[in-house]
Nanobody
Framework: QVRLVESGGGLVQPGGSLRLSCAAS?????MGWFRQAPGKEREFVAS????????EYADSVKGRFSISRDSAENAVSLQMNSAEREDTAVYYC?????????????????????WGQGTRVTVSS
């Protein structure tokens, strides 16, 4: 069982930056971020996996968000730049210690075994 603890949420102005962090209690193969806005379904934001750190982003955050991982610390961060009001959501860290097989979608919540409690991000002036 891997525990995930997120930090770094809060209030940010439109166009501003915020950094989210997530620490895992054990080794993970893949880590990612999902978010859920009020009244909407949880959606994929970004993921990073494997020894070569394969990265994927949702189209809505490409060019604005950046995911990175510290493998030695079993931690992942999400740098959010050029924040938009539409980025307002609860952000969840996700991870798995199961290596993806062919056909596994990193953007699917079902690909992850462990979830954090979530950290709220509000983009508002």
């Amino acid at each position: 069982q891997v525990r995930l603890v997120e930090s770094g949420g809060g209030l940010v102005q439109p166009g501003g930056s915020l950094r989210l962090s997530c620490a895992a209690s054990g080794w993970t193969y893949a880590m990612g971020w999902f978010r859920q806005a009020p009244g909407k379904e949880r959606e994929f934001v970004a993921s990073i996996r494997g020894n070569s750190d394969v990265i994927e982003y949702a189209d809505s955050v490409k060019g604005r968000f950046s995911i990175s991982r510290d493998s030695a610390e079993n931690a992942v961060s999400l740098q959010m730049n050029s924040a938009e009001r539409e980025d307002t959501a609860v952000y969840y860290c996700a991870a798995t210690d199961t290596v993806f097989i062919v056909g596994t979608r990193a953007s699917s919540a079902r690909s992850y075994r462990y979830w954090g409690q979530g950290t709220r991000v509000t983009v508002s002036s």
